[in-house]
Nanobody
Framework: VQLQASGGGLVLPGGSLRLSCAAS????????VGWFRQAPGKEREFVAG????????NYADSVKGRFTISRDNAKNAVYLQMNSLKPEDTAVYYC????????????????WGQGTQVTVSS
């Protein structure tokens, strides 16, 4: 599985962005997908994850109620809708895939996409 993240950018505090993760490969439906982020000087951390058929979703406490993850298996894509953005959400965001189960730590990830920069600043 190859993953490509997009949709990052510069946004004002309180604003919104929608990240996309495009996947290649006919086995995409076999993979759960997670979004991770890494801020300068900090470790990469789990943000949100979604199961293979989209029925199960997990969120980090820091983004609950503000971020929504979704997927469209017909399009081999996963999305992260980010609302009410805060400066502390500034980071490089990565999508990641794991066979069967949602990855919640970096050691559980089977495939990484390249990152997309999100900057929240006035």
């Amino acid at each position: 599985v190859q993953l490509q993240a997009s949709g990052g950018g510069l946004v004002l505090p309180g604003g919104s962005l929608r990240l996309s993760c495009a996947a290649s490969g006919r086995t995409f439906r076999s993979y759960a997908v997670g979004w991770f982020r890494q801020a300068p000087g900090k470790e990469r951390e789990f943000v949100a994850g979604i199961g293979r058929n989209g029925a199960v979703m997990n969120y980090a406490d820091s983004v609950k109620g503000r971020f929504t993850i979704s997927r469209d298996n017909a399009k081999n894509a996963v999305y992260l809708q980010m609302n009410s953005l805060k400066p502390e959400d500034t980071a490089v965001y990565y999508c990641a895939a794991r066979i069967t189960y949602i990855p919640v730590t970096i050691t559980q990830v089977d495939y990484w996409g390249q990152g997309t920069q999100v900057t929240v600043s006035s």
